[in-house]
Protein backbone atom coordinates (compact mmCIF):
# COMPACT_ATOMS: atom_id res chain seq x y z
CA UNK A 1 0.00 0.00 0.00
CA UNK A 2 2.79 2.39 0.61
CA UNK A 3 4.75 1.47 -2.58
CA UNK A 4 0.96 1.94 -4.62
CA UNK A 5 0.82 5.28 -2.32
CA UNK A 6 3.87 6.71 -3.80
CA UNK A 7 3.58 5.41 -6.93
CA UNK A 8 0.00 7.41 -7.24
CA UNK A 9 1.67 10.41 -5.60
CA UNK A 10 4.53 10.72 -7.58
CA UNK A 11 2.05 10.58 -11.17
CA UNK A 12 -0.42 12.96 -9.84
CA UNK A 13 2.83 14.88 -9.00
CA UNK A 14 3.93 14.98 -12.49
CA UNK A 15 0.76 15.25 -13.79
CA UNK A 16 -0.72 18.71 -15.33
CA UNK A 17 -3.76 19.75 -13.95
CA UNK A 18 -4.03 23.42 -15.27
CA UNK A 19 -2.26 25.77 -18.11
CA UNK A 20 -2.67 29.21 -17.44
CA UNK A 21 -1.88 31.81 -19.93
CA UNK A 22 -1.30 35.50 -18.53
CA UNK A 23 -2.14 37.36 -21.44
CA UNK A 24 -4.76 39.87 -22.27
CA UNK A 25 -5.25 39.14 -25.92
CA UNK A 26 -7.47 36.52 -25.97
CA UNK A 27 -6.69 35.83 -29.80
CA UNK A 28 -3.22 35.71 -28.46
CA UNK A 29 -3.94 33.31 -25.90
CA UNK A 30 -6.00 30.87 -28.00
CA UNK A 31 -3.01 31.07 -30.83
CA UNK A 32 -0.63 30.00 -27.75
CA UNK A 33 -3.01 27.59 -25.96
CA UNK A 34 -3.37 25.58 -29.27
CA UNK A 35 0.36 25.39 -29.55
CA UNK A 36 1.07 23.84 -26.79
CA UNK A 37 -1.32 21.50 -26.39
CA UNK A 38 0.64 20.57 -30.37
CA UNK A 39 3.88 20.37 -28.01
CA UNK A 40 2.78 18.47 -25.22
CA UNK A 41 1.88 20.72 -22.97
CA UNK A 42 -2.19 20.40 -21.82
CA UNK A 43 -4.07 18.93 -18.89
CA UNK A 44 -3.97 15.63 -17.96
CA UNK A 45 -0.37 14.98 -19.17
CA UNK A 46 2.73 14.20 -17.87
CA UNK A 47 5.52 17.24 -16.95
CA UNK A 48 8.25 18.10 -19.61
CA UNK A 49 12.17 18.11 -18.29
CA UNK A 50 13.95 21.46 -18.49
CA UNK A 51 15.65 21.13 -21.65
CA UNK A 52 12.42 20.09 -23.32
CA UNK A 53 10.48 22.68 -22.37
CA UNK A 54 13.75 25.16 -23.52
CA UNK A 55 13.30 23.38 -27.16
CA UNK A 56 9.03 23.96 -27.75
CA UNK A 57 9.85 27.71 -26.42
CA UNK A 58 12.11 28.23 -28.76
CA UNK A 59 10.37 26.34 -31.74
CA UNK A 60 7.27 28.23 -30.55
CA UNK A 61 8.70 31.74 -30.65
CA UNK A 62 10.86 30.06 -34.11
CA UNK A 63 7.54 29.71 -35.73
CA UNK A 64 6.10 32.93 -34.55
CA UNK A 65 9.03 35.00 -34.73
CA UNK A 66 6.89 38.41 -35.87
CA UNK A 67 4.23 38.40 -33.12
CA UNK A 68 5.94 37.15 -30.41
CA UNK A 69 9.19 38.37 -28.56
CA UNK A 70 9.31 36.60 -25.50
CA UNK A 71 7.99 33.56 -23.93
CA UNK A 72 8.37 31.76 -20.58
CA UNK A 73 6.84 28.84 -19.14
CA UNK A 74 7.17 27.86 -15.33
CA UNK A 75 5.97 25.19 -13.26
CA UNK A 76 4.03 25.84 -10.24
CA UNK A 77 3.23 22.54 -8.76
CA UNK A 78 0.37 20.64 -10.59
CA UNK A 79 0.24 23.76 -13.52
CA UNK A 80 2.18 25.51 -16.05
CA UNK A 81 1.97 29.33 -15.53
CA UNK A 82 2.66 30.77 -19.31
CA UNK A 83 3.94 34.68 -19.93
CA UNK A 84 4.63 36.31 -23.18
CA UNK A 85 5.74 39.32 -24.79
CA UNK A 86 4.14 40.39 -28.03
CA UNK A 87 6.33 41.50 -30.49
CA UNK A 88 5.57 45.11 -31.49
CA UNK A 89 6.92 45.96 -34.87
CA UNK A 90 8.18 49.79 -34.80
CA UNK A 91 6.23 51.03 -37.79
CA UNK A 92 7.47 54.31 -40.08
CA UNK A 93 6.79 57.77 -38.84
CA UNK A 94 4.24 59.18 -40.84
CA UNK A 95 5.15 61.76 -43.15
CA UNK A 96 3.31 64.55 -43.21
CA UNK A 97 2.59 66.85 -45.94
CA UNK A 98 2.55 69.89 -44.62
CA UNK A 99 4.85 70.30 -40.89
CA UNK A 100 7.23 72.76 -39.42
CA UNK A 101 10.03 71.50 -37.22
CA UNK A 102 10.07 72.61 -33.55
CA UNK A 103 11.82 72.99 -30.68
CA UNK A 104 10.98 70.08 -28.69
CA UNK A 105 12.92 71.32 -24.94
CA UNK A 106 14.23 74.95 -24.28
CA UNK A 107 18.15 75.33 -24.80
CA UNK A 108 20.26 77.62 -26.87
CA UNK A 109 20.48 76.16 -30.95
CA UNK A 110 24.13 74.84 -31.68
CA UNK A 111 23.61 73.39 -35.05
CA UNK A 112 20.71 73.55 -37.60
CA UNK A 113 20.50 71.71 -41.17
CA UNK A 114 17.12 71.36 -43.06
CA UNK A 115 17.08 69.57 -46.79
CA UNK A 116 13.80 70.88 -46.73
CA UNK A 117 11.21 74.04 -45.20
CA UNK A 118 12.62 77.48 -44.29
CA UNK A 119 15.03 78.22 -41.19
CA UNK A 120 13.88 81.08 -39.34
CA UNK A 121 16.40 80.20 -36.12
CA UNK A 122 19.58 80.80 -36.26
CA UNK A 123 22.22 79.22 -34.24
CA UNK A 124 22.88 80.68 -30.65
CA UNK A 125 19.39 81.40 -30.94
CA UNK A 126 17.48 80.73 -27.51
CA UNK A 127 14.52 78.57 -28.67
CA UNK A 128 11.27 77.61 -25.67
CA UNK A 129 9.48 74.20 -26.49
CA UNK A 130 6.66 74.45 -29.07
CA UNK A 131 8.99 77.35 -30.93
CA UNK A 132 9.23 76.85 -35.00
CA UNK A 133 12.75 76.43 -35.98
CA UNK A 134 12.13 75.36 -39.41
CA UNK A 135 8.90 76.36 -41.35
CA UNK A 136 7.28 74.51 -44.35
CA UNK A 137 5.74 77.37 -45.16
CA UNK A 138 7.65 78.79 -47.79
CA UNK A 139 7.30 82.81 -48.17
CA UNK A 140 8.40 85.52 -50.40
CA UNK A 141 8.01 88.84 -49.69
CA UNK A 142 6.04 88.19 -46.62
CA UNK A 143 3.66 86.06 -48.68
CA UNK A 144 3.23 82.11 -48.48
CA UNK A 145 4.38 80.94 -51.71
CA UNK A 146 4.46 76.94 -50.86
CA UNK A 147 3.41 74.91 -47.74
CA UNK A 148 5.48 71.74 -47.87
CA UNK A 149 7.10 69.12 -44.94
CA UNK A 150 10.68 70.44 -43.23
CA UNK A 151 12.85 68.05 -42.67
CA UNK A 152 16.18 68.26 -41.03
CA UNK A 153 17.91 68.06 -37.47
CA UNK A 154 18.23 70.83 -34.63
CA UNK A 155 20.88 69.99 -32.15
CA UNK A 156 21.30 72.39 -28.75
CA UNK A 157 22.36 73.03 -25.75
CA UNK A 158 20.06 72.31 -23.03
CA UNK A 159 20.10 71.94 -19.15
CA UNK A 160 19.41 69.49 -16.52
CA UNK A 161 20.43 69.41 -12.50
CA UNK A 162 20.75 65.65 -10.83
CA UNK A 163 20.20 65.37 -7.12
CA UNK A 164 22.16 62.20 -5.41
CA UNK A 165 23.30 60.84 -1.82
CA UNK A 166 26.93 59.40 -2.07
CA UNK A 167 28.01 57.25 0.94
CA UNK A 168 31.58 57.29 1.82
CA UNK A 169 32.11 53.76 1.86
CA UNK A 170 30.53 51.86 -0.32
CA UNK A 171 30.25 47.55 -1.01
CA UNK A 172 29.02 46.26 -4.50
CA UNK A 173 29.26 42.91 -6.52
CA UNK A 174 30.79 42.53 -9.84
CA UNK A 175 30.97 39.50 -12.04
CA UNK A 176 34.92 38.03 -12.89
CA UNK A 177 33.42 36.20 -16.10
CA UNK A 178 33.63 33.04 -14.34
CA UNK A 179 30.11 30.67 -14.36
CA UNK A 180 28.85 27.28 -14.32
CA UNK A 181 25.60 25.05 -14.31
CA UNK A 182 25.07 23.14 -11.08
CA UNK A 183 22.50 20.73 -10.15
CA UNK A 184 20.64 21.23 -6.58
CA UNK A 185 18.21 19.49 -4.14
CA UNK A 186 16.44 21.50 -2.25
CA UNK A 187 15.02 19.28 1.04
CA UNK A 188 13.43 20.49 3.64
CA UNK A 189 14.12 23.96 3.32
CA UNK A 190 17.79 23.19 2.68
CA UNK A 191 19.78 22.79 -0.35
CA UNK A 192 22.19 20.80 -1.70
CA UNK A 193 24.90 21.25 -4.40
CA UNK A 194 25.42 17.83 -6.36
CA UNK A 195 29.28 17.87 -7.78
CA UNK A 196 30.02 20.87 -7.40
CA UNK A 197 33.52 20.42 -5.67
CA UNK A 198 35.17 24.29 -6.37
CA UNK A 199 32.32 26.76 -4.81
CA UNK A 200 32.05 30.10 -5.97
CA UNK A 201 32.84 32.30 -2.45
CA UNK A 202 30.71 34.55 -4.05
CA UNK A 203 28.28 34.65 -6.38
CA UNK A 204 25.06 35.40 -8.05
CA UNK A 205 22.58 32.23 -8.74
CA UNK A 206 19.71 32.24 -11.76
CA UNK A 207 17.43 29.05 -10.78
CA UNK A 208 15.34 27.10 -12.83
CA UNK A 209 12.97 24.46 -11.49
CA UNK A 210 13.36 20.98 -13.16
CA UNK A 211 10.83 18.94 -10.12
CA UNK A 212 9.25 21.35 -8.07
CA UNK A 213 6.26 20.40 -6.45
CA UNK A 214 4.03 21.15 -2.94
CA UNK A 215 2.96 18.07 -2.09
CA UNK A 216 6.69 16.40 -2.04
CA UNK A 217 9.54 17.31 0.52
CA UNK A 218 12.53 17.98 -2.24
CA UNK A 219 13.10 20.15 -5.74
CA UNK A 220 15.82 19.52 -8.18
CA UNK A 221 16.74 22.59 -9.29
CA UNK A 222 19.45 23.66 -12.10
CA UNK A 223 21.23 25.98 -10.82
CA UNK A 224 23.39 29.08 -13.57
CA UNK A 225 25.76 30.22 -11.13
CA UNK A 226 28.12 33.46 -12.01
CA UNK A 227 30.88 34.29 -9.51
CA UNK A 228 31.29 37.66 -8.11
CA UNK A 229 33.95 39.65 -6.25
CA UNK A 230 33.20 42.02 -3.54
CA UNK A 231 34.07 45.51 -4.86
CA UNK A 232 34.95 47.78 -1.80
CA UNK A 233 35.03 51.71 -2.37
CA UNK A 234 36.05 54.52 0.30
CA UNK A 235 36.13 57.96 -0.70
CA UNK A 236 37.43 60.97 1.16
CA UNK A 237 36.41 64.53 0.73
CA UNK A 238 38.64 65.19 -2.00
CA UNK A 239 37.52 62.17 -4.38
CA UNK A 240 34.03 61.95 -3.56
CA UNK A 241 33.40 65.20 -6.05
CA UNK A 242 34.38 63.08 -8.32
CA UNK A 243 32.20 59.69 -7.43
CA UNK A 244 29.23 62.04 -7.45
CA UNK A 245 29.72 63.56 -10.97
CA UNK A 246 30.13 59.65 -12.30
CA UNK A 247 27.13 58.60 -10.71
CA UNK A 248 24.97 61.84 -11.87
CA UNK A 249 26.57 61.47 -15.36
CA UNK A 250 25.58 57.91 -15.40
CA UNK A 251 22.20 58.24 -14.38
CA UNK A 252 21.33 61.84 -16.66
CA UNK A 253 22.78 59.28 -19.57
CA UNK A 254 20.59 56.38 -18.78
CA UNK A 255 17.56 58.59 -18.60
CA UNK A 256 18.40 60.44 -21.92
CA UNK A 257 19.89 58.85 -24.83
CA UNK A 258 22.41 60.52 -26.82
CA UNK A 259 23.31 63.25 -25.23
CA UNK A 260 26.99 64.66 -25.04
CA UNK A 261 27.83 65.99 -21.50
CA UNK A 262 29.20 69.79 -22.68
CA UNK A 263 30.31 71.05 -18.75
CA UNK A 264 29.24 70.48 -15.08
CA UNK A 265 28.98 72.74 -12.19
CA UNK A 266 28.60 71.17 -8.32
CA UNK A 267 25.73 73.95 -7.07
CA UNK A 268 24.47 72.28 -3.20
CA UNK A 269 27.03 70.28 -1.63
CA UNK A 270 25.37 68.65 1.94
CA UNK A 271 28.10 66.57 3.94
CA UNK A 272 26.19 64.23 6.81
CA UNK A 273 27.81 61.60 9.00
CA UNK A 274 28.00 58.63 6.31
CA UNK A 275 27.25 60.45 2.50
CA UNK A 276 27.27 63.59 1.25
CA UNK A 277 24.15 65.14 -0.54
CA UNK A 278 25.12 66.81 -3.97
CA UNK A 279 23.08 68.59 -6.59
CA UNK A 280 24.67 69.02 -9.73
CA UNK A 281 23.77 70.97 -13.00
CA UNK A 282 24.44 69.93 -16.35
CA UNK A 283 24.83 71.44 -19.48
CA UNK A 284 24.10 68.89 -22.79
CA UNK A 285 24.20 68.42 -26.63
CA UNK A 286 20.96 67.37 -27.16
CA UNK A 287 19.15 66.37 -30.17
CA UNK A 288 15.64 68.73 -29.79
CA UNK A 289 13.92 67.91 -32.86
CA UNK A 290 10.77 67.21 -33.16
CA UNK A 291 7.79 67.83 -35.67
CA UNK A 292 4.56 69.67 -35.65
CA UNK A 293 2.35 68.93 -38.68
CA UNK A 294 0.55 72.01 -40.09
CA UNK A 295 -3.17 72.02 -40.35
CA UNK A 296 -4.85 73.83 -43.61
CA UNK A 297 -7.04 76.44 -40.90
CA UNK A 298 -3.50 77.20 -39.89
CA UNK A 299 -2.23 78.75 -43.12
CA UNK A 300 -3.40 81.91 -43.74
CA UNK A 301 -5.48 82.65 -47.15
Given amino acids: FITIGYL ?5 SNMIFDV ?4 NDKKIRALLKQELKINGISKYRFKKDYHEIEKIKNRILSKYNRKLEWLEIESSGTKYIVRLEERKITKEPPIFKNRNIIAKKNGIITHIEASNGEIIKNKNDYVKKGDIIVKGEISLNDEIKNVTSANGKVEAEVWYTVTLNVPYKENYKKKTGN ?68 KAKSELQNKYKNIDIVNYKIISKE ?23 IYVNEIPS
Fill in 179 to 246: SKKILSINFLNKSFELFNLKKYKNKIVDNKYIIHNRYIPFNFILQKQYETKIIRKKFNKKTIDEAAYI
Fill in 20 to 23: KIVY
Fill in 271 to 293: DFKSYVKFKLFFSVKEDITEYKE
Fill in 8 to 12: VIFVL
